[in-house]
Protein backbone atom coordinates (compact mmCIF):
# COMPACT_ATOMS: atom_id res chain seq x y z
CA UNK A 1 0.00 0.00 0.00
CA UNK A 2 2.50 2.56 0.57
CA UNK A 3 5.06 1.83 -1.54
CA UNK A 4 1.61 1.97 -4.27
CA UNK A 5 0.67 5.64 -3.24
CA UNK A 6 4.23 7.20 -4.11
CA UNK A 7 4.03 5.43 -7.47
CA UNK A 8 0.47 6.57 -8.28
CA UNK A 9 1.84 9.90 -7.26
CA UNK A 10 4.14 10.01 -9.94
CA UNK A 11 2.12 8.24 -12.70
CA UNK A 12 -0.15 11.37 -11.61
CA UNK A 13 2.68 14.04 -12.11
CA UNK A 14 3.63 12.11 -15.35
CA UNK A 15 0.11 12.40 -16.81
CA UNK A 16 0.37 15.66 -18.51
CA UNK A 17 3.53 14.97 -19.75
CA UNK A 18 2.46 11.69 -21.34
CA UNK A 19 -0.63 13.93 -22.75
CA UNK A 20 1.82 16.57 -24.29
CA UNK A 21 3.76 14.22 -26.09
CA UNK A 22 0.96 12.34 -27.45
CA UNK A 23 -0.83 15.52 -28.55
CA UNK A 24 2.37 16.50 -30.23
CA UNK A 25 3.57 13.19 -31.61
CA UNK A 26 0.64 11.10 -32.16
CA UNK A 27 -2.05 13.24 -34.62
CA UNK A 28 1.07 13.44 -37.38
CA UNK A 29 1.14 10.06 -37.76
CA UNK A 30 -2.64 9.10 -37.53
CA UNK A 31 -3.83 12.25 -39.92
CA UNK A 32 -0.59 13.84 -41.68
CA UNK A 33 -2.46 16.65 -43.42
CA UNK A 34 -1.14 19.70 -44.04
CA UNK A 35 -3.35 22.17 -41.71
CA UNK A 36 -3.35 19.66 -38.70
CA UNK A 37 0.71 20.01 -38.76
CA UNK A 38 0.07 23.73 -39.18
CA UNK A 39 -2.62 23.76 -36.35
CA UNK A 40 -0.20 21.72 -34.51
CA UNK A 41 2.97 24.04 -35.40
CA UNK A 42 0.49 27.01 -34.30
CA UNK A 43 -0.05 25.25 -30.77
CA UNK A 44 3.20 24.01 -29.75
CA UNK A 45 4.31 27.88 -30.19
CA UNK A 46 1.43 29.02 -28.47
CA UNK A 47 2.27 26.88 -25.70
CA UNK A 48 5.94 28.13 -25.22
CA UNK A 49 5.05 31.66 -25.64
CA UNK A 50 2.59 30.88 -22.69
CA UNK A 51 4.59 29.51 -20.74
CA UNK A 52 7.02 32.20 -20.85
CA UNK A 53 4.34 34.68 -19.98
CA UNK A 54 3.18 32.87 -17.20
CA UNK A 55 6.80 33.21 -14.97
CA UNK A 56 5.62 36.71 -14.95
CA UNK A 57 1.90 36.44 -14.14
CA UNK A 58 1.55 33.15 -12.42
CA UNK A 59 5.16 32.73 -10.31
CA UNK A 60 6.16 37.19 -10.00
CA UNK A 61 2.66 38.47 -10.33
CA UNK A 62 3.69 41.02 -13.29
CA UNK A 63 0.76 41.55 -15.80
CA UNK A 64 2.75 42.24 -18.58
CA UNK A 65 0.77 44.37 -22.26
CA UNK A 66 3.68 44.00 -24.47
CA UNK A 67 4.85 39.98 -23.88
CA UNK A 68 4.87 40.11 -27.63
CA UNK A 69 7.66 42.76 -27.84
CA UNK A 70 10.16 40.10 -26.78
CA UNK A 71 9.04 37.27 -29.24
CA UNK A 72 9.03 39.50 -32.14
CA UNK A 73 12.36 41.08 -31.53
CA UNK A 74 13.72 37.21 -30.72
CA UNK A 75 12.45 36.02 -34.14
CA UNK A 76 13.76 39.04 -35.81
CA UNK A 77 17.15 38.57 -34.37
CA UNK A 78 16.88 35.21 -35.52
CA UNK A 79 16.00 35.44 -38.70
CA UNK A 80 18.59 38.52 -39.23
CA UNK A 81 21.21 35.78 -38.12
CA UNK A 82 20.30 32.89 -39.92
CA UNK A 83 20.21 35.02 -43.02
CA UNK A 84 23.37 36.48 -42.50
CA UNK A 85 25.16 32.77 -41.41
CA UNK A 86 23.32 29.59 -43.07
CA UNK A 87 23.83 28.42 -39.17
CA UNK A 88 22.03 25.29 -38.70
CA UNK A 89 18.30 25.65 -38.08
CA UNK A 90 18.47 23.68 -34.86
CA UNK A 91 19.95 26.29 -33.45
CA UNK A 92 17.82 29.28 -34.31
CA UNK A 93 15.40 29.02 -30.99
CA UNK A 94 18.35 29.14 -28.88
CA UNK A 95 19.68 32.58 -30.76
CA UNK A 96 15.86 34.15 -31.02
CA UNK A 97 15.80 32.89 -27.11
CA UNK A 98 19.35 34.81 -26.66
CA UNK A 99 17.89 38.14 -28.85
CA UNK A 100 14.78 37.91 -26.65
CA UNK A 101 16.74 37.87 -23.58
CA UNK A 102 18.80 40.90 -24.79
CA UNK A 103 15.72 42.94 -24.99
CA UNK A 104 14.18 41.62 -21.82
CA UNK A 105 17.42 43.08 -20.32
CA UNK A 106 16.96 46.69 -21.85
CA UNK A 107 12.81 46.62 -21.28
CA UNK A 108 13.00 45.01 -18.06
CA UNK A 109 15.36 47.48 -16.30
CA UNK A 110 12.94 50.22 -17.17
CA UNK A 111 9.49 48.46 -16.18
CA UNK A 112 10.88 46.66 -12.99
CA UNK A 113 11.63 50.09 -11.83
CA UNK A 114 8.25 49.59 -10.43
CA UNK A 115 5.59 46.75 -9.65
CA UNK A 116 1.75 46.42 -9.94
CA UNK A 117 -0.20 48.43 -12.42
CA UNK A 118 2.54 50.81 -12.98
CA UNK A 119 4.76 47.71 -14.36
CA UNK A 120 1.61 47.05 -16.62
CA UNK A 121 1.62 50.56 -18.08
CA UNK A 122 5.11 50.77 -18.47
CA UNK A 123 5.18 47.13 -20.39
CA UNK A 124 2.09 48.57 -22.89
CA UNK A 125 4.03 51.92 -23.62
CA UNK A 126 7.04 49.58 -24.47
CA UNK A 127 5.00 47.46 -26.57
CA UNK A 128 3.74 50.62 -28.59
CA UNK A 129 7.27 51.85 -29.06
CA UNK A 130 8.59 48.83 -30.17
CA UNK A 131 5.08 48.52 -32.67
CA UNK A 132 5.81 52.36 -33.77
CA UNK A 133 9.76 51.47 -34.46
CA UNK A 134 8.56 48.53 -36.52
CA UNK A 135 6.76 50.72 -39.20
CA UNK A 136 9.42 53.80 -38.70
CA UNK A 137 12.61 51.48 -39.14
CA UNK A 138 11.18 49.41 -42.68
CA UNK A 139 15.24 48.81 -43.16
CA UNK A 140 15.69 46.44 -40.08
CA UNK A 141 11.69 44.91 -39.44
CA UNK A 142 11.04 45.08 -43.36
CA UNK A 143 8.16 46.48 -43.70
CA UNK A 144 4.87 45.58 -44.78
CA UNK A 145 6.25 42.29 -46.03
CA UNK A 146 8.68 41.29 -43.17
CA UNK A 147 11.72 39.34 -43.02
CA UNK A 148 11.32 36.31 -44.44
CA UNK A 149 14.10 33.17 -44.55
CA UNK A 150 14.56 30.10 -46.72
CA UNK A 151 14.56 27.20 -43.24
CA UNK A 152 16.20 24.53 -46.20
CA UNK A 153 19.23 26.99 -46.33
CA UNK A 154 20.57 26.31 -43.22
CA UNK A 155 23.23 23.68 -42.92
CA UNK A 156 21.48 19.73 -42.88
CA UNK A 157 21.20 17.70 -40.26
CA UNK A 158 21.64 14.08 -40.42
CA UNK A 159 20.10 14.57 -43.78
CA UNK A 160 16.89 16.79 -42.50
CA UNK A 161 16.62 19.91 -44.30
CA UNK A 162 13.35 21.13 -42.67
CA UNK A 163 12.38 21.76 -45.97
CA UNK A 164 9.54 19.53 -45.95
CA UNK A 165 6.73 20.28 -43.73
CA UNK A 166 6.75 17.33 -41.40
CA UNK A 167 10.32 17.72 -40.94
CA UNK A 168 10.10 21.85 -39.66
CA UNK A 169 6.91 20.37 -37.58
CA UNK A 170 9.43 17.96 -35.57
CA UNK A 171 11.76 20.62 -34.86
CA UNK A 172 8.98 22.52 -33.48
CA UNK A 173 7.57 19.79 -31.46
CA UNK A 174 11.04 19.03 -29.73
CA UNK A 175 11.86 22.87 -28.98
CA UNK A 176 8.14 23.13 -27.22
CA UNK A 177 8.63 20.03 -25.12
CA UNK A 178 12.18 20.88 -24.32
CA UNK A 179 11.46 24.54 -23.53
CA UNK A 180 8.88 22.96 -21.58
CA UNK A 181 11.15 21.09 -19.44
CA UNK A 182 13.46 23.48 -19.13
CA UNK A 183 10.20 25.88 -17.51
CA UNK A 184 9.02 23.16 -16.02
CA UNK A 185 12.67 22.85 -13.73
CA UNK A 186 13.09 26.38 -13.71
CA UNK A 187 9.89 26.42 -11.37
CA UNK A 188 10.88 24.08 -8.88
CA UNK A 189 14.28 26.38 -8.08
CA UNK A 190 14.48 28.35 -5.46
CA UNK A 191 14.99 31.84 -7.89
CA UNK A 192 11.00 31.06 -8.64
CA UNK A 193 10.28 30.23 -4.93
CA UNK A 194 12.15 33.31 -4.14
CA UNK A 195 9.57 35.54 -7.10
CA UNK A 196 6.78 33.83 -5.55
CA UNK A 197 7.79 35.56 -2.47
CA UNK A 198 7.97 38.83 -3.90
CA UNK A 199 4.69 38.16 -5.56
CA UNK A 200 3.09 37.33 -2.19
CA UNK A 201 4.40 39.65 -0.14
CA UNK A 202 6.96 41.90 -1.17
CA UNK A 203 7.64 43.79 1.80
CA UNK A 204 8.10 40.64 3.84
CA UNK A 205 10.13 38.84 1.26
CA UNK A 206 12.64 42.45 1.28
CA UNK A 207 12.59 42.49 5.24
CA UNK A 208 14.61 38.82 4.78
CA UNK A 209 17.12 40.59 2.67
CA UNK A 210 15.81 39.99 -0.66
CA UNK A 211 15.50 42.72 -3.33
CA UNK A 212 12.21 42.76 -4.97
CA UNK A 213 13.01 44.56 -8.03
CA UNK A 214 16.26 42.60 -8.89
CA UNK A 215 14.09 39.20 -8.57
CA UNK A 216 11.59 40.79 -10.97
CA UNK A 217 14.54 41.96 -12.87
CA UNK A 218 15.45 38.43 -13.65
CA UNK A 219 12.17 36.52 -14.20
CA UNK A 220 11.30 39.06 -16.76
CA UNK A 221 14.92 38.40 -18.28
CA UNK A 222 14.29 34.92 -18.23
CA UNK A 223 10.96 34.95 -19.14
CA UNK A 224 12.16 37.15 -22.34
CA UNK A 225 14.75 34.30 -23.01
CA UNK A 226 11.69 31.29 -23.44
CA UNK A 227 9.17 34.09 -25.44
CA UNK A 228 12.25 34.67 -27.63
CA UNK A 229 12.30 30.93 -28.40
CA UNK A 230 8.59 31.12 -29.16
CA UNK A 231 9.32 33.49 -31.20
CA UNK A 232 11.71 31.39 -33.20
CA UNK A 233 9.34 28.90 -33.73
CA UNK A 234 6.62 30.49 -35.26
CA UNK A 235 9.65 32.02 -37.26
CA UNK A 236 10.44 28.01 -38.42
CA UNK A 237 6.90 27.21 -39.32
CA UNK A 238 5.87 30.49 -41.12
CA UNK A 239 9.34 31.10 -42.44
CA UNK A 240 8.63 34.96 -41.74
CA UNK A 241 8.47 37.44 -39.22
CA UNK A 242 6.63 40.88 -39.50
CA UNK A 243 5.55 44.05 -37.85
CA UNK A 244 2.31 41.53 -36.61
CA UNK A 245 4.84 39.94 -34.11
CA UNK A 246 5.31 42.51 -31.81
CA UNK A 247 1.79 43.84 -31.61
CA UNK A 248 -0.51 44.64 -29.09
CA UNK A 249 -2.64 41.62 -30.99
CA UNK A 250 -0.12 39.14 -30.25
CA UNK A 251 0.33 39.79 -26.27
CA UNK A 252 -3.25 40.02 -25.92
CA UNK A 253 -3.35 36.56 -27.31
CA UNK A 254 -1.15 35.32 -24.85
CA UNK A 255 -2.61 36.71 -21.99
CA UNK A 256 -6.01 35.10 -22.64
CA UNK A 257 -4.17 31.57 -23.21
CA UNK A 258 -2.73 32.19 -19.62
CA UNK A 259 -5.90 33.26 -17.77
CA UNK A 260 -8.32 30.79 -19.60
CA UNK A 261 -5.77 28.10 -18.47
CA UNK A 262 -4.91 29.19 -15.28
CA UNK A 263 -1.66 30.15 -13.84
CA UNK A 264 -2.42 28.10 -10.48
CA UNK A 265 -0.66 25.02 -12.39
CA UNK A 266 2.07 24.60 -15.14
CA UNK A 267 0.15 23.29 -17.16
CA UNK A 268 -2.78 25.58 -16.90
CA UNK A 269 -0.86 27.59 -20.02
CA UNK A 270 -0.61 24.74 -22.33
CA UNK A 271 -4.22 24.05 -22.14
CA UNK A 272 -5.33 27.81 -22.52
CA UNK A 273 -2.46 28.02 -25.39
CA UNK A 274 -4.55 25.03 -27.12
CA UNK A 275 -8.07 25.37 -26.71
CA UNK A 276 -6.48 29.48 -27.80
CA UNK A 277 -5.28 27.98 -31.17
CA UNK A 278 -8.36 26.20 -31.35
CA UNK A 279 -10.52 28.95 -31.52
CA UNK A 280 -7.82 31.21 -34.04
CA UNK A 281 -7.15 28.00 -36.70
CA UNK A 282 -10.36 25.46 -36.48
CA UNK A 283 -13.04 27.73 -35.33
CA UNK A 284 -12.17 31.01 -37.72
CA UNK A 285 -11.99 28.61 -40.39
CA UNK A 286 -15.49 27.73 -40.45
CA UNK A 287 -16.84 31.13 -39.33
CA UNK A 288 -16.12 34.91 -38.99
CA UNK A 289 -17.73 35.02 -35.58
CA UNK A 290 -14.25 33.10 -33.82
CA UNK A 291 -13.41 36.28 -32.07
CA UNK A 292 -17.00 36.71 -30.55
CA UNK A 293 -17.38 32.69 -29.38
CA UNK A 294 -13.30 32.97 -27.97
CA UNK A 295 -14.64 36.17 -25.79
CA UNK A 296 -17.61 35.04 -24.53
CA UNK A 297 -15.25 31.54 -23.74
CA UNK A 298 -13.59 34.00 -21.96
CA UNK A 299 -15.95 35.75 -20.14
CA UNK A 300 -17.51 32.58 -18.69
CA UNK A 301 -14.30 31.14 -17.65
CA UNK A 302 -13.56 34.25 -15.94
CA UNK A 303 -16.67 34.26 -14.08
CA UNK A 304 -17.46 30.73 -13.07
CA UNK A 305 -13.70 29.26 -13.11
CA UNK A 306 -11.46 32.36 -11.76
CA UNK A 307 -8.56 29.85 -11.62
CA UNK A 308 -8.53 29.00 -14.96
CA UNK A 309 -9.34 25.61 -17.13
CA UNK A 310 -6.92 23.65 -14.78
CA UNK A 311 -8.00 24.38 -11.48
CA UNK A 312 -11.71 23.91 -12.79
CA UNK A 313 -10.64 20.41 -13.88
CA UNK A 314 -8.33 19.60 -10.70
CA UNK A 315 -11.43 20.57 -8.40
CA UNK A 316 -13.87 18.49 -10.52
CA UNK A 317 -11.15 15.44 -10.55
CA UNK A 318 -11.11 15.96 -6.84
CA UNK A 319 -14.52 15.86 -6.28
CA UNK A 320 -14.97 12.89 -8.39
CA UNK A 321 -12.09 10.99 -6.10
CA UNK A 322 -13.65 11.43 -2.57
CA UNK A 323 -17.51 10.92 -3.87
CA UNK A 324 -16.70 7.91 -6.23
CA UNK A 325 -17.52 8.56 -10.14
CA UNK A 326 -20.49 6.16 -9.85
CA UNK A 327 -22.55 8.46 -7.20
CA UNK A 328 -21.23 11.78 -9.52
CA UNK A 329 -21.94 10.15 -13.66
CA UNK A 330 -25.55 10.96 -13.35
CA UNK A 331 -24.75 14.74 -12.48
CA UNK A 332 -21.39 14.99 -14.89
CA UNK A 333 -24.23 13.32 -17.84
CA UNK A 334 -26.48 15.82 -17.13
CA UNK A 335 -24.18 18.56 -17.04
CA UNK A 336 -22.73 17.39 -20.44
CA UNK A 337 -26.21 17.63 -21.86
CA UNK A 338 -26.94 20.75 -20.70
CA UNK A 339 -23.45 22.38 -21.75
CA UNK A 340 -24.08 21.34 -25.10
CA UNK A 341 -27.64 22.47 -25.36
CA UNK A 342 -26.49 26.05 -24.09
CA UNK A 343 -23.68 25.81 -26.96
CA UNK A 344 -26.55 24.54 -29.49
CA UNK A 345 -28.36 27.88 -28.30
CA UNK A 346 -25.72 30.39 -28.45
CA UNK A 347 -24.24 29.02 -32.00
CA UNK A 348 -27.71 28.85 -33.48
CA UNK A 349 -28.22 32.74 -32.66
CA UNK A 350 -24.95 34.16 -33.65
CA UNK A 351 -24.90 32.41 -36.57
CA UNK A 352 -28.58 33.27 -37.56
CA UNK A 353 -27.50 36.92 -36.73
CA UNK A 354 -23.88 36.86 -38.58
CA UNK A 355 -25.92 35.36 -41.42
CA UNK A 356 -28.10 37.34 -41.48
CA UNK A 357 -25.36 40.90 -41.45
CA UNK A 358 -23.76 40.00 -44.22
CA UNK A 359 -25.37 37.56 -46.34
CA UNK A 360 -24.98 34.31 -47.99
CA UNK A 361 -20.75 33.77 -47.86
CA UNK A 362 -21.27 33.81 -43.80
CA UNK A 363 -24.41 32.24 -44.84
CA UNK A 364 -22.67 29.11 -46.59
CA UNK A 365 -20.02 29.01 -43.56
CA UNK A 366 -23.12 28.99 -40.88
CA UNK A 367 -24.26 26.27 -42.69
CA UNK A 368 -21.19 24.05 -42.19
CA UNK A 369 -20.73 24.69 -38.85
CA UNK A 370 -24.29 23.86 -37.89
CA UNK A 371 -23.35 20.72 -40.29
CA UNK A 372 -20.81 19.93 -38.25
CA UNK A 373 -22.59 20.52 -34.52
CA UNK A 374 -25.81 18.52 -35.47
CA UNK A 375 -23.93 16.07 -37.22
CA UNK A 376 -25.45 16.40 -40.64
CA UNK A 377 -21.94 16.70 -42.19
CA UNK A 378 -19.85 14.20 -43.49
CA UNK A 379 -16.75 15.84 -43.58
CA UNK A 380 -15.34 19.36 -43.88
CA UNK A 381 -15.50 21.65 -47.05
CA UNK A 382 -18.19 21.44 -50.18
CA UNK A 383 -19.83 18.22 -48.47
CA UNK A 384 -20.29 19.92 -44.86
CA UNK A 385 -21.44 23.28 -46.85
CA UNK A 386 -23.38 21.20 -48.97
CA UNK A 387 -25.69 19.07 -45.70
CA UNK A 388 -25.73 22.13 -43.55
CA UNK A 389 -27.04 24.89 -46.02
CA UNK A 390 -30.34 23.32 -45.94
CA UNK A 391 -30.12 22.93 -42.03
CA UNK A 392 -29.57 26.45 -41.44
CA UNK A 393 -32.25 27.70 -44.11
CA UNK A 394 -34.69 25.37 -42.73
CA UNK A 395 -33.91 26.84 -39.34
CA UNK A 396 -33.79 30.47 -40.76
CA UNK A 397 -37.40 30.27 -41.53
CA UNK A 398 -38.54 30.64 -37.99
CA UNK A 399 -35.37 31.12 -36.19
CA UNK A 400 -37.17 32.57 -32.49
CA UNK A 401 -39.50 29.60 -31.63
CA UNK A 402 -36.15 27.76 -32.53
CA UNK A 403 -33.90 30.04 -29.89
CA UNK A 404 -36.40 30.14 -27.46
CA UNK A 405 -37.13 26.10 -27.34
CA UNK A 406 -33.45 25.44 -27.26
CA UNK A 407 -33.03 28.27 -24.24
CA UNK A 408 -35.89 26.47 -22.57
CA UNK A 409 -34.44 22.97 -22.76
CA UNK A 410 -30.83 24.47 -21.99
CA UNK A 411 -32.64 26.23 -18.81
CA UNK A 412 -34.45 22.75 -17.49
CA UNK A 413 -31.17 20.54 -17.73
CA UNK A 414 -29.52 22.91 -16.40
CA UNK A 415 -31.58 22.89 -13.17
CA UNK A 416 -32.21 18.90 -13.16
CA UNK A 417 -27.65 19.21 -13.14
CA UNK A 418 -27.83 21.05 -10.28
CA UNK A 419 -30.29 19.60 -8.12
CA UNK A 420 -28.40 15.85 -9.42
CA UNK A 421 -25.18 17.37 -7.97
CA UNK A 422 -26.75 18.58 -4.68
CA UNK A 423 -27.93 15.43 -4.06
CA UNK A 424 -24.72 13.55 -4.49
CA UNK A 425 -22.97 16.21 -2.42
CA UNK A 426 -25.68 15.55 0.77
CA UNK A 427 -25.35 11.59 0.02
CA UNK A 428 -21.43 11.78 0.35
CA UNK A 429 -22.19 13.77 3.20
CA UNK A 430 -24.60 11.54 4.82
CA UNK A 431 -22.58 8.62 4.42
CA UNK A 432 -19.52 10.27 5.75
CA UNK A 433 -21.56 11.11 9.09
CA UNK A 434 -22.73 7.59 9.25
CA UNK A 435 -19.18 6.35 9.00
CA UNK A 436 -17.59 8.50 11.63
CA UNK A 437 -20.35 8.11 13.76
CA UNK A 438 -19.32 4.40 13.73
Do not use: K
Request: proline letters at 4%.
Amino acid sequence: MESGLPRRRRGRALAPWFALVAFLGVPPFIWPHSWLLAYLAQSATMIVFALSYDLLLGATGLLSFGHAAYAGLGALIAARVFNASGMPLVLLPFVGGIGGALCGVLFGFIATRRAGTAFAMITLGLGELVVAAAWTLPGWFGGEAGVAIDRASGAPLAGWSFGPVREAYALIALWCVAASVAMFALSRTPFIRLANAVRDNPARAAAIGCYPRRVRYGVVVLSAFFAGIAGTLGLINLELVSTESVGMMRSGAVLIATVIGGTATFFGPVAGAIVLTFFSVVVASVTRAWLFYLGLFFVVVVMAAPDGLAGFASRHMARIAAYGWRRCRAAYLWSAAALSLWLAAVVFAVQWAYAAQFGSDQGAASGALFGALFGTGAGAGAGADAAGAPLLAMLGASPLPVALALVALAALTTRHALRTHARATAQAGTERSAGAAR
